[in-house]
């Protein structure tokens, strides 16, 4: 078991050493998200102008989403894995992991993994260094089990985000260039993911109906239950969809893995 588990820690540091060598590009996303920032403090603060909350949460907590957000995405949205499947599958590289004991998703998740940790880190320094500013727009609930909850949603959201994008790669199989799928589902996930504005401002049916989607539980849901704009119920039942999200989608994943390794060896072949 340990031996099996073993192969996986080396992928992990591999991804580690990898994101090391790429520091400088997640860097400077970190620093040029900060400028989306910007651009939420300046829309919400006209938003806010002549009126004291919207929605239900004044300016302080809807700034606390936005930034919260912006922290969270380094450590757990897929940013390129999707065609770095994409690309395995089209160079041939992909025939390595057929002739060895090792799981093609355990190893680029344990890859996605080390990424989100390099990537979130370095996140994590201009919002220090920008913290003194920041500090007078941070209003965080103070309730215990917001955080205690926000573990679980916050790991199957990880495991989502890089289950939709391990899918999307596998679409390599069937068709040689993926980029259109990818920058629709980008598109969608931007808008119904809670990253242009939180759900709960829209109108209520459509709201609901967000709920029943994986993009809610991409950003949008972990985010909210550590800034308050989820009660318990809402959260607890939250995370019971979520992960029937997440059980789905592992799903279909490998059953796109085993028709696709069907087509990819009638091709080779």
Known sequence: MLAALDK????????LQSGLVYRWNFAVRSVFSFIHLAYAFILWGAAFAGQSAIGGFDLRQTLTYFITMLVLQFFISAFNEDYQISEDIRNGLINQF???????????ISVFAAARLVSGLLALIPFVLLLPFLWKYLSFPVDGWRYLLAVPALAMAALIQFTIAYCFGMLSFWFLEIQSFIILSFAIETMLGGQVFPLDLMPPLLYQISKYLPYYY?????TAIITGRLDQATALSGLLLQAVWLVALLGLAELLWRRGLRRHTAVGG
Request: hydrophobic share 45%; proline share 8%.
């Open 8 to 15: 996986y820690r080396h992928a992990f540091l591999v991804g």
């Open 98 to 108: 057929l002739l060895k004991p090792i799981n093609y998703f355990l190893y680029r």
């Open 218 to 222: 991409q950003m949008y849901f972990p």
